[in-house]
């Protein structure tokens, strides 16, 4: 599993994202996986002027390829932050950026979004 991704052991159907406390706190509460390279990882990365995004999109992108059935975006309105953003992704905060490319690449990874989720239609 990769080493970023956390379990919260009650269930490892879904991967639950959105602004990290927001993600954490949704997993413990509920169940599923949930993206945490660690505040200290992603400032030292920052320090070295290295995108910490990377390591969000290879677990998301790792998630998927292992079919997870479900992906889930919570306290966000998906549909508009994608609006807000589409046209600045670089900018964006990175939970944001994870959005923008579910938006752009999950149907042809075989997932379909419904509301603020993606489920794998395979």
Request: glycine share 6%.
């Amino acid at each position: 599993m990769f080493g970023f991704l956390k379990n919260t052991n009650r269930s490892a159907g879904r991967l639950v994202l959105g602004e990290m406390d927001a993600a954490i706190q949704e997993a413990l509460d509920h169940g599923g996986l949930f993206i945490d390279p660690g505040r200290e990882v992603v400032r030292i990365l920052q320090q070295k002027n290295i995108d910490p995004y990377m390591i969000y999109e290879q677990a998301l992108q790792q998630q998927i390829e292992a079919r997870i059935p479900r992906i889930d975006f919570v306290k966000a309105d998906v549909d508009r932050l994608f609006d807000e953003w589409k046209q600045k992704p670089e900018q964006a905060p990175i939970h944001v950026r994870l959005l923008i490319w579910l938006k752009i690449n999950a149907e042809s990874k075989g997932y379909q979004q419904s509301g603020n989720s993606w489920i794998s239609k395979k």
